[in-house]
Nanobody
Framework: QVQLVESGGDLVQPGGSLRLACTAS????????TAWFRQAPGKEREGVAY????????MYADSVKGRFAITRDISKNFLYLQMTNLAPEDTAVYYC?????????????????????WGQGTQVTVSS
């Protein structure tokens, strides 16, 4: 059974940094296109960052460009989301997701229905 497990969520002050991690049981993350999504209370789940299975393509939501980076450690089978200069509007539950497509069409990377596997989420709260 495919499982994704996120970790690293925390309470952080505005301007701070945080790194989220996601690992998978029973499959190699670099065989799949993977992404980070987030969902704030009362809002729809939104795509934050994406990386293709080859690692050659990365996509980011406009709201996080230049602040967030999606990376992988293939040897450890981990996916990361490095977040810097965090703001209160970044507060949300963050999810990692994996698609059986090796490469999701660029126009669809941030659509949740493209991803078959999801983690349980990790809470990020940005507040002073």
């Amino acid at each position: 059974q495919v499982q994704l497990v996120e970790s690293g969520g925390d309470l952080v002050q505005p301007g701070g940094s945080l790194r989220l991690a996601c690992t998978a049981s029973s499959f190699k993350l670099d065989y799949y296109a993977t992404a980070w999504f987030r969902q704030a209370p009362g809002k729809e789940r939104e795509g934050v960052a994406y990386i293709s299975s080859s690692g050659a393509i990365e996509m980011y939501a406009d709201s996080v460009k230049g602040r967030f980076a999606i990376t992988r450690d293939i040897s450890k089978n981990f996916l990361y989301l490095q977040m810097t200069n965090l703001a209160p509007e970044d507060t949300a539950v963050y999810y990692c997701a994996a698609s059986t497509w090796s490469r999701v069409p660029n126009s669809r990377w941030n659509q949740a229905d493209v991803y078959e596997y999801w983690g349980q989420g990790t809470q990020v709260t940005v507040s002073s």
